[in-house]
């Protein structure tokens, strides 16, 4: 059975620019959420897709936004970098619309804006 | 406003003693609690889980309890092992199915267990 897998796993970008992180689920989960982490911080709900359709969002604004594939990979994508989008990005699967929050996390990938 | 706190950002521990990691939460709608465990450069990894209607759920030497009254929950570990050193977050979420994936996550309390 195949994990979470991310890439890149660091990246460094400027301000301004745009940034598209990569996510596989594992195999048989078929929902893939989204979390930042901030150094310190623990990590905070981006927004998840479920048969490639978003159906929760956390507090970020319209420039985080994502895809998810008919193979439940997924994609974040996001644009007009800030200096405060530095942290590491985590992805995590699950299986199927009912559970209690047993998420299984990729191992990150860490963005640097300079 | 953190719905979900963990005031301890690290703990020293004894090989051998019980470690006891705190957690707080001020939504009384949450449906489920849980903790994760993350090591420097993996992501984080589920541990246990309890349902709002438990006040205990218990795997191997890992127990959760959970006091809705103060709005509390604590993981307890014994023994613990120098391989349970990690930074452990407690995360709490509403609703089942659809939303899972929406945890809120404390900060993480950095456990240490010395030999």
């Known amino acids: 059975e195949t994990g979470v897998t991310q890439s890149p796993t660091h990246l460094i970008k400027t301000r301004g620019q745009q940034v598209t992180l990569r996510c596989s689920s594992q195999?048989?989960?078929?929902?893939v959420s989204w979390y930042q982490q901030a150094l310190g911080q623990g990590p905070q709900f981006i927004f998840q897709?479920?048969?490639?359709?978003?159906?929760g969002r956390g507090n970020f604004p319209p420039r985080f936004s994502g895809l998810q594939f008919p193979n439940y990979s997924s994609e974040l994508n996001v644009n007009a970098l800030e200096l405060d989008d530095s942290a590491l990005y985590l992805c995590?699967?699950?299986?199927?619309?009912?559970?209690?929050?047993?998420?299984?996390f990729g191992e990150g990938s860490r963005l640097t804006v300079l | 406003d953190q719905q979900v706190k963990q005031n301890s950002p690290s703990l020293s521990v004894q090989e051998g003693r019980i470690s006891i990691l705190n957690c707080d939460y001020t939504?009384?709608?949450?449906?489920?609690f849980l903790w994760y465990k993350k090591y420097p450069a993996e992501g984080p990894t589920f541990l246990i889980s309890?349902?709002?209607?438990?006040d205990k759920n218990e795997d191997g030497r890992f127990t959760v309890f959970l006091n809705k009254s103060a709005k509390h929950l604590s993981l307890h570990i014994v023994p613990s092992q120098p391989g349970d050193s990690a930074v452990y977050f407690c995360?709490?979420?509403?609703?089942?199915?659809?939303?899972?994936?929406?945890?809120?996550f404390g900060k993480g309390t950095k456990l240490s267990v010395k030999p």
């Open positions: 995590a699967s699950s299986r199927g619309t009912y559970n209690t929050g047993e998420l299984f």
């Open positions: 195999s048989g989960h078929n929902t």
């Open positions: 897709y479920y048969r490639e359709e978003e159906n």
């Open positions: 939504n009384s709608m949450f449906d489920y």
């Open positions: 309890i349902s709002s209607i438990k």
């Open positions: 995360a709490a979420g509403r609703g089942y199915g659809g939303s899972q994936g929406n945890l809120i």
